[in-house]
C-alpha cells in the first residue's frame, strides 16, 4: 500500500469522536479497496456548524450545516500526474456536532457515523456520487463492503439510503 499523507486539521474547541490514527484508517480502507495504487495527499478539516454551513453554501450552494462535504482536487488516474507522483485527492470537512446528533438518529454511535462520513466523503473524491437512485445504492453498497472490514462499534450494519439523499433534493 503507497504511504498517503494526511493533513489533519481541528477547529479550536471541536473534538472528533476519532483520533488521528482512526481517521487516516478510516481513509487508507477507502483507497485499498478501491484498487487506489498511487500515493494520495488528503486534508481532513474537523471544524463546527459555523464553518461547515459556510463551507457548504460555497461548494454546494446550500446554505445549511451538514455533516461532510468533500472537495476534489485531482483524480489518482490522472494521465498528467507521472508515475509514483502523489495524487493532491482533495479535502474532506466534516462536523462532528452535526454527526453526533445525526447518529443518535440513526441509532448509530458518533464514532460509528464518523467513519461512515469519511468513507462517503473519500469515496465522493474518487468521483462517487449518490444523485440519482442507482449510483445512490452503488455507493451505499460501497460504503458496506468498506465499513464491513473496519473496527467499528457495531452500530453501522446497513448503511440506510444515505443521509444525504434529503439535501440532495432541496
Same mark, same amino acid.
Given at each position: 500500500?503507497?504511504?498517503?499523507?494526511?493533513?489533519?486539521?481541528?477547529?479550536?474547541?471541536?473534538?472528533?469522536?476519532?483520533?488521528?490514527?482512526?481517521?487516516?484508517?478510516?481513509?487508507?480502507?477507502?483507497?485499498?479497496?478501491? $484498487?487506489? $495504487?498511487?500515493?494520495?495527499?488528503?486534508?481532513?478539516?474537523?471544524?463546527?456548524? #459555523?464553518?461547515?454551513?459556510?463551507?457548504?453554501?460555497?461548494?454546494? $450552494?446550500?446554505?445549511? +450545516?451538514?455533516?461532510?462535504?468533500?472537495?476534489?482536487?485531482?483524480? +489518482?488516474?490522472? +494521465?498528467?500526474?507521472?508515475?509514483?507522483?502523489?495524487?493532491?485527492? $482533495?479535502?474532506?470537512?466534516?462536523? +462532528?456536532?452535526?454527526?453526533?446528533?445525526? #447518529?443518535?438518529?440513526?441509532?448509530?454511535?458518533?464514532?460509528?457515523?464518523?467513519?461512515?462520513?469519511?468513507?462517503?466523503?473519500?469515496? &465522493?473524491?474518487?468521483?462517487?456520487? &449518490?444523485?440519482?437512485?442507482?449510483?445512490?445504492?452503488?455507493?451505499?453498497?460501497?460504503?458496506?463492503?468498506?465499513?464491513?472490514?473496519?473496527?467499528?462499534?457495531?452500530?453501522?450494519?446497513?448503511?440506510?439510503?444515505?443521509?444525504?439523499?434529503?439535501?440532495?433534493?432541496?
Amino acid at each position: 500500500m503507497p504511504d498517503n499523507e494526511y493533513d489533519l486539521l481541528l477547529e479550536d474547541g471541536v473534538a472528533c469522536a476519532l483520533g488521528e490514527d482512526e481517521i487516516r484508517s478510516a481513509c487508507d480502507a477507502v483507497l485499498a479497496h478501491e $484498487g487506489v $495504487g498511487r500515493p494520495c495527499v488528503v486534508s481532513v478539516s474537523v471544524v463546527g456548524e #459555523a464553518r461547515i454551513r459556510e463551507v457548504n453554501a460555497e461548494w454546494r $450552494g446550500v446554505d445549511a +450545516p451538514t455533516d461532510v462535504v468533500s472537495i476534489e482536487c485531482e483524480r +489518482p488516474d490522472d +494521465p498528467s500526474l507521472a508515475p509514483g507522483e502523489p495524487c493532491e485527492l $482533495g479535502d474532506i470537512v466534516i462536523a +462532528p456536532g452535526y454527526i453526533g446528533r445525526q #447518529a443518535a438518529s440513526f441509532g448509530t454511535t458518533p464514532a460509528d457515523e464518523t467513519r461512515l462520513m469519511l468513507v462517503h466523503g473519500m469515496l &465522493h473524491l474518487l468521483g462517487h456520487d &449518490h444523485l440519482d437512485d442507482a449510483s445512490a445504492e452503488a455507493m451505499e453498497a460501497l460504503e458496506e463492503d468498506i465499513l464491513a472490514g473496519m473496527p467499528t462499534d457495531g452500530t453501522v450494519d446497513r448503511v440506510v439510503l444515505t443521509r444525504h439523499r434529503e439535501e440532495d433534493d432541496a
